[in-house]
């Protein structure tokens, strides 16, 4: 029963914050990046375009920071969503000869949970863990696009 009255309460109050953020000066279509209403006609806007060209052509990029996952310094259509065959791992795990500057898959990456390695075996044949199998999960490709809020952070 009191689970209910806490679903019931949490509903009412979401239901009622727009009007108590209307009552107080401040514009709904404000409160987000966009500037501009989620419904209706508002300005429909392009995605930014992926920096870079073809894998292979590209320089790599900058990290952010000292252990940050490398950006992708290509564009990734036809890559993603990663499905069952992961594209990515063609050129990232045994790459041929276009791309042998591309950035192997660590070590780390063929290590699971319980800290175990895979057995030695050529990069070609070894089975990433699961957990870093979706590349997408911590690589992502540079778009260029403006800042939408000013950085200041340094990395080390």
């Known amino acids: 029963m009191k689970s209910l009255q806490l679903v019931l309460t949490s509903l009412v109050l979401v239901a009622a914050a727009p009007v108590v953020l209307a009552q ?39 990290r952010s920071y000292h252990t940050a996952p490398p950006m992708i310094p290509h564009a990734v259509d036809g890559f ?4 069952l065959r992961n594209q990515c791992l063609n050129c990232h795990t045994n790459p041929p000869k276009p791309y042998r500057a591309a950035t192997l898959v660590p ?15 050529p990069a070609s044949v070894r089975k990433i863990y699961l957990g870093f199998y979706n590349c997408t999960m911590c690589h992502a490709p540079q778009k260029d696009a403006a800042p939408l809020v000013e950085n200041t952070f340094k990395g080390d």
């Open 24 to 62: 107080d000066g401040t514009d709904p279509d404000d409160l987000g990046l966009r500037h501009t209403p989620l419904t209706g006609a508002g300005k429909k806007t392009e995605a930014p375009k992926v920096k870079g060209d073809k894998p292979g052509t590209n320089e790599k990029l900058a």
């Open 107 to 121: 070590e780390t990456h063929y290590v699971g949970r319980d800290g175990k390695t895979a057995a030695p075996a």
């Open 80 to 83: 993603v969503p990663i499905g």
